[in-house]
Structure formats: structure tokens, C-alpha cells
């Protein structure tokens, strides 16, 4: 697209999930759930632009780039309407494409997202440095990546919620060998990270998801962005439904994949799917939060950020079905 290649995945038939990777990854993070969710969706997972088999220009790095391109992406395989699932910077680039496209959004979920609050592991606000791409290209030379990364993979292993997610930061490293894709992260996290943490925030627009259901789903041991924005998702979407996954990290669709299904299935399956009303969006935007909220108060009660039982009955249990 746009001279560009595109790479994606495409599994299964049904109503459509379109999966956004994070920082550094790829579609292969969401490999121990698109099985079992193809079984009842149609599940397209793409390498974001800068990102895996995808190319890796001197482009736009932008999550509204992003969000322009999955719409590109959608409407070249001729889908309509997604669920859009985001994984950290894939939940912003999923908020986004809300926001932008919500004629095109039926849900949103945001998993361990960024843009709900400033904090965020400063490995990531490193990357915004002078001197971090010369730093990491030191790093990712041949000897000493091979011992850096076997050195994470192997803390990753120790069964602590502190060294949890190294083996998956290690993965993400040894993707630096690459110069383009060094460079592209840097951009990405340019537009959204300075020194003080995340500046793009949806705090200023969190109250137009009252148009469509939101799930947020955070790993309770999450030491990339802390599961407390998970709280600050309730406050700012207060019919939103928050899920804390225990015994997670910044990773809980792979910590825990068959509690991830179950509580992405049973989300799809207990809401109606957004429809678009530009006379309402418009409403919306018109009035501001105060009359979302309001609205809020007036329907159902806010679900609050609870520990989810084991298996999907437990889930439904939960819920009070």
C-alpha cells in the first residue's frame, strides 16, 4: 500500500477482530490466541509499518499514521467493521482508529494500553535520547547482542514479577539488529514519549467511547506501563469494562492466553456492536464530556477493576449471568 509492503495474517471466519501489536513486535505476539479465537471470528493480525515483515520507510510514525493504515489495510480486504484489540502501543493506535473511524469500530480493547496516563518504564523514555540508536547498535553487534539477549532470556525465566517480561524485551532487542527498525521505533516513540513519560493521552476524548463498548484488560504485575492506568481507564470510560488479570504482566494475552479468550469472547458476545449516528457524534463532540458522563451515571453501573476467576464460567460468575 502506498508502495509500502503490508504484512498480515488472516485466520478464521465470523465477525472480525482486527489485533494491533506493541512496541517492537509484531503479529506473532497474539500466536497462543488466534487459534482459539478463529474458531468464532475472523481474526487479522498485521505487522504494524516499521514493524516485523513490514516495511520499514522513512515514513509517517504517527499513531494516526497508524490508524490511516489499518483503515488502508481493512479496506483493501474489503472489511467494513472490526473490533479493534491494541496491545500497549497498538491500544493507542486502537483508541485512534476509534476516534478517527468510529463509522468503522463496532468495540475497543485495549490491553495493557498506552495513553491513559504518564507513566512508563524508562527503558522506553531512553529510547528518545541522544545517542540511544549509536547505543543499541553497539549492543545489537553480533557477540554482544547473542550475550545480552541469551542474559534476559534467562532472567525471564526466574519466577518473579520483576524479571516477568524480559524474555519478551529480549525478543524486542534482538529485533535492534536491524538499523530500519531502530530507526522506525524511534520515531514511533518520538511522537508519543518524551523524558517524563507518555504525551499522547485519550483523557481528553475518553468520554466519545461512551458511543461504543470498551473493554480494558491489564496484567496485575505489569512492569512496563503500571496496571494502576487500568483504574484511570474506569475513571475516564466509567461504563467501560475493566478486567485485572492476576499473575500477569505488561503480556497477559500470553501470560494467560485461555483466560484472554475468555474474556475477550465473552465481552464480543454479552455487546452489541457500535453503531455509527453522525447526528449523535456530532452531539457528542457538541456538548462535551459533561453530557457523556452524565449519561453514564443515568445507565448501567461501572464494572471496577476486579481479579478474574478461573474459566469462562467463572467469567460469566462474575459478570452476575
Aim: aromatic content about 6%.
Amino acid at each position: 500500500m502506498h508502495g509500502h509492503r503490508r504484512a498480515y495474517v488472516v485466520a478464521g471466519e465470523g465477525p472480525v477482530l482486527l489485533l494491533l501489536h506493541g512496541l517492537g513486535c509484531d503479529h506473532t505476539t497474539w500466536a497462543p490466541v488466534v487459534q482459539a479465537l478463529a474458531r468464532t471470528h475472523t481474526v487479522i493480525a498485521p505487522d504494524l509499518l516499521g514493524h516485523g515483515a513490514s516495511a520499514k520507510p522513512r515514513a509517517d510514525y504517527s499513531v494516526g499514521g497508524y490508524a490511516n493504515g489499518m483503515r488502508d489495510l481493512l479496506t483493501v480486504l474489503g472489511v467494513d467493521k472490526v473490533t479493534v484489540v491494541g496491545h500497549s502501543f497498538g491500544g493507542g493506535v486502537a483508541m485512534q482508529f476509534a476516534y478517527q473511524y468510529p463509522e468503522r469500530t463496532e468495540r475497543l480493547v485495549l490491553v495493557a494500553s498506552g495513553g491513559l496516563g504518564p507513566e512508563v518504564t524508562p527503558f522506553i523514555r531512553a529510547i528518545t535520547t541522544p545517542g540511544f540508536h549509536q547505543a543499541i547498535g553497539a549492543v545489537t553487534l553480533p557477540g554482544v547482542r547473542h550475550a545480552v539477549v541469551g542474559t534476559l532470556r534467562l532472567l525471564g525465566q526466574v519466577p518473579t514479577s520483576h524479571t516477568r517480561d524480559l524474555g519478551e524485551i529480549a525478543a524486542i532487542l534482538d529485533t535492534f539488529r536491524d538499523p530500519r527498525a531502530r530507526a522506525a521505533v524511534r520515531h514511533v516513540v518520538r511522537h508519543v514519549v518524551d523524558w517524563q513519560g507518555q504525551v499522547v493521552t485519550m483523557a481528553d476524548r475518553a468520554y466519545l467511547t461512551e458511543a461504543m463498548p470498551m473493554l480494558v484488560v491489564w496484567g496485575t504485575e505489569d512492569r512496563v506501563i503500571p496496571a494502576s492506568h487500568a483504574a484511570n481507564a474506569a475513571v475516564l470510560a466509567p461504563r467501560a469494562r475493566v478486567e485485572l488479570v492476576p499473575d500477569a504482566g505488561h503480556f497477559p494475552h500470553k501470560d494467560h492466553p485461555e483466560r484472554f479468550v475468555a474474556i475477550l469472547q465473552e465481552f464480543v458476545a454479552t455487546t452489541r456492536p457500535a453503531t455509527y449516528s453522525r447526528a449523535r457524534w456530532r452531539r457528542y463532540l457538541t456538548q462535551g464530556p459533561a453530557a457523556s458522563v452524565a449519561q453514564a451515571e443515568a445507565g448501567s453501573r461501572p464494572v471496577r477493576p476486579t481479579p478474574l476467576p478461573r474459566g469462562p464460567r467463572a467469567v460469566r460468575a462474575a459478570r452476575g449471568a
